[in-house]
């Protein structure tokens, strides 16, 4: 296929990252890190639920009484991966912010599909130690709710860089992307 030009890797990238938030791909699960108050890296499976591309905005939900909310508040920077088996990786740095906006939680949480929405009704926290998994019970069952439940956050990550790695190609590629002082999206070639 021989090298891409890093307009045409760009545009890829942001392509991927689309269809990964309107359907199921490779890049549809990507593992988040984060800082705990600890100063140690924790890395977690999220789902992308939403990319905004002229934003740059990745968005997942999560349960308000998540490690990671804790986190988030504590430290904005975040780093996320992406793997696609045929041999390509992603890298996203960016920093996350809480949504607040009762309006757009709202939304978030109509896109969801009814069975989700139990997945933020449980009696206790996320990673909270228990005796057996039958303890954890759903505070309210009732499917199609209008309101988001409590536990239900809307975390918006504005990406700062991206970082591309294709081990198909010969040579290998690597492209790293940041905004420039305009805005402006800019590729660098790395040595893979």
């Not at 309107?22 to 800082?35: G, H, N, V, Y």
């Not at 002229?54 to 308000?64: G, L, M, P, Q, V």
């Not at 009696?123 to 709710?145: C, F, L, M, T």
Request: aromatic share 8%; proline share 5%.
């Amino acid at each position: 296929m021989g090298i891409p030009l890093k307009s045409d890797l760009f545009k890829q990238i942001i392509d991927h990252l689309t269809q990964a938030s309107i359907e199921r791909s490779p890049f549809t699960l990507m593992q988040l890190a984060t800082i705990n108050s600890k100063n140690e890296p924790k890395l977690r499976t999220i789902v992308l639920r939403d990319f905004n591309a002229e934003k740059a905005i990745i968005s997942f939900f999560t349960d308000t009484r998540s490690q990671k909310i804790e986190e988030i508040n504590n430290n904005h920077k975040v780093a996320l991966a992406a793997f696609d088996p045929k041999g390509t990786q992603l890298r996203i740095e960016g920093e996350a912010n809480i949504i607040q906006d009762t309006q757009t939680k709202k939304e978030a949480w109509h896109k969801l599909k009814q069975h989700t929405h139990l997945l933020f009704k449980t009696s206790v926290s996320p990673g909270k130690k228990i005796a057996s998994p039958h303890e954890v019970k759903y505070i309210d069952e009732e499917y199609g709710n209008k309101e988001p439940s409590i536990f239900f956050d809307l975390i918006d990550i504005h990406i700062t860089s991206l970082e591309w790695l294709d081990l198909n190609e010969n040579p290998h590629i690597r492209c790293f992307f940041e905004k420039d002082k305009n805005g402006e999206w800019q590729g660098q070639w790395l040595a893979p």
